[in-house]
T-cell receptor, first 115, second 113 residues
Framework: AQSVTQPDIHITVSEGASLELRCNYS??????LFWYVQSPGQGLQLLLK??????LVQGIKGFEAEFKRSQSSFNLRKPSVHWSDAAEYFC?????????????FGKGTKLSVIP | DVKVTQSSRYLVKRTGEKVFLECVQD?????MFWYRQDPGLGLRLIYF???????EKGDIPEGYSVSREKKERFSLILESASTNQTSMYLC????????????FGPGTRLTVL
């Protein structure tokens, strides 16, 4: 069965510092990979997704992620963090199910930003 | 822009009550999903629907049922609410059954006393 691991429960960075959030997945076939962000009290918003092609994917808000098949990873990066990036981040893998693709989510990484 | 709305942001119910959570999407999406979100557990799929009147169980369907009578509306029903169903409930929709982006509503925080 598919699974997603986000090893870091909580990360704190200073504003302006670089950021990398880790995501490892377990799935036998070609994965469809997503990163979502959830601001406090809000629903989830898509940051970026990988289906095929270039393994470096650009997303919204200056985020990017790199798919590495050999490491089963899809890590999220941002070169310079802003205070407004404080939120919870979820990695997900899309897999086919009965009637529809489904998303399996990691448990999330909460990002705190120090001004 | 896709809009997914949920009927309530906060809801407080008593143990044993029947609870309805409503979700509406305005983009003619085929698929709709209900998740619950708990601290440290991430999002877990309860049920999803890929067409009107069609439904499939997700990972944690016990204690829940769903209804999809119209394409734009997907309801989650707690037949007899229990305290362990206190949680954040998130609805999502996607255009097709392929690996499409899921668009999420703002969530309903349900407390069962």
């Amino acid at each position: 069965a598919q699974s997603v691991t986000q090893p870091d429960i909580h990360i704190t960075v200073s504003e302006g510092a670089s950021l990398e959030l880790r995501c490892n997945y377990s799935y036998g076939a070609t994965p469809y990979l997503f990163w979502y962000v959830q601001s406090p009290g809000q629903g989830l918003q898509l940051l970026l997704k990988y289906f095929s092609g270039d393994t470096l994917v650009q997303g919204i808000k200056g985020f990017e992620a790199e798919f590495k098949r050999s490491q089963s990873s899809f890590n999220l990066r941002k070169p310079s963090v802003h205070w407004s990036d404080a939120a919870e981040y979820f990695c997900a893998v899309g897999t086919p199910g009965a009637g529809s693709y489904q998303l399996t989510f990691g448990k999330g990484t909460k990002l705190s930003v120090i001004p | 822009d896709v809009k997914v709305t949920q009927s309530s942001r906060y809801l407080v119910k008593r143990t044993g009550e029947k609870v309805f959570l409503e979700c509406v999407q305005d983009m003619d999406h085929e698929n709709m999903f209900w998740y619950r979100q708990d601290p440290g557990l991430g999002l877990r799929l309860i049920y999803f629907s890929y067409d009107v009147k069609m439904k499939e169980k997700g990972d944690i369907p016990e204690g829940y049922s769903v209804s999809r009578e119209k394409k734009e509306r997907f309801s989650l029903i707690l037949e007899s609410a229990s305290t362990n169903q206190t949680s954040m409930y998130l609805c999502a929709s996607s255009l097709t059954g392929g690996p499409d982006t899921q668009y999420f509503g703002p969530g309903t925080r349900l407390t069962v006393l």
